[in-house]
């Protein structure tokens, strides 16, 4: 098994900055891919931002400009920066990652969710 744990979120006014974690650990290869992702209350669950093994970037126009993700490979963390948060950033954020275990599989696992609020 797999488990992804989430820290950070919580409540921030708008314009301010928040910061998320997300430690892999478990049966695990190797980590692909790792990324975050929202969902705001009667909304689809959006991509924020990914990032590849080798450190490609990919961000929702959303948020450009604004949020930065990083990823430690040693210590298979994916972290995500949100400066000049907006109300519309509340959501509950995620964190993915598709793992390659020690028993050969590809498989995808979500973390149980953080709560990000950005009060106006």
């Known amino acids: 098994q797999v488990q992804l744990v989430e820290s950070g979120g919580g409540l921030v006014q708008a314009g301010g900055s928040l910061g998320l974690s997300c430690s892999a650990s478990?049966?695990?290869?190797?980590?692909?891919?790792m990324g975050w992702y929202r969902q705001a209350p009667g909304k689809l669950r959006e991509s924020v931002a990914s990032?590849?093994?080798?450190?490609?970037?990919n961000y929702a126009d959303s948020v450009k400009g604004r949020i930065t993700i990083s990823r430690d490979n040693a210590k298979n963390t994916v972290n995500l920066q949100m400066n000049s948060l907006k109300p519309d950033d509340t959501a509950v954020y995620y964190c993915?990652?598709?793992?390659?275990?020690?028993?050969?599989?590809?498989?995808?696992?979500w973390g149980q969710g953080t709560q990000v609020t950005v009060s106006s």
């Open positions: 993915n990652a598709g793992v390659t275990t020690t028993w050969g599989a590809r498989m995808n696992y």
């Open positions: 478990g049966s695990i290869h190797s980590i692909n891919h």
């Open positions: 990032i590849t093994s080798g450190g490609t970037t």
